[in-house]
């Protein structure tokens, strides 16, 4: 059994999460298609230029604290 007891209740927002998942999901099912439609080589090239981007942001981010 569980012995932890709750401290406060969960608040719960109504309609707000569900918009931002379901346009997480349009936007996500958008990049997919643009992608199936590109070349190989320039999908791997967009890849290779967000994954550096995102490098050097963890790095940044990393070096501020």
Same mark, same amino acid.
């Given at each position: 059994?569980? @012995?932890?007891? $709750?401290? =406060?209740?969960?608040?719960?927002?109504? &309609?707000?999460?569900?918009? /931002? *998942? /379901?346009?997480?999901?349009?936007?996500?099912?958008?990049?997919? &298609?643009? /992608?199936?439609?590109? $070349?190989? =080589?320039?999908?791997?090239? @967009? =890849? =290779? /230029?967000?994954?550096?981007? *995102?490098? &050097?942001?963890?790095?940044?981010?990393?070096? @501020?604290?």
């Amino acid at each position: 059994m569980n @012995s932890c007891t $709750p401290t =406060a209740p969960a608040v719960v927002q109504k &309609g707000r999460p569900m918009f /931002v *998942l /379901v346009a997480a999901l349009l936007l996500f099912g958008l990049v997919l &298609g643009t /992608v199936a439609h590109l $070349p190989l =080589a320039l999908t791997l090239a @967009s =890849a =290779a /230029v967000v994954g550096c981007w *995102l490098i &050097g942001f963890a790095v940044r981010e990393r070096r @501020s604290h």
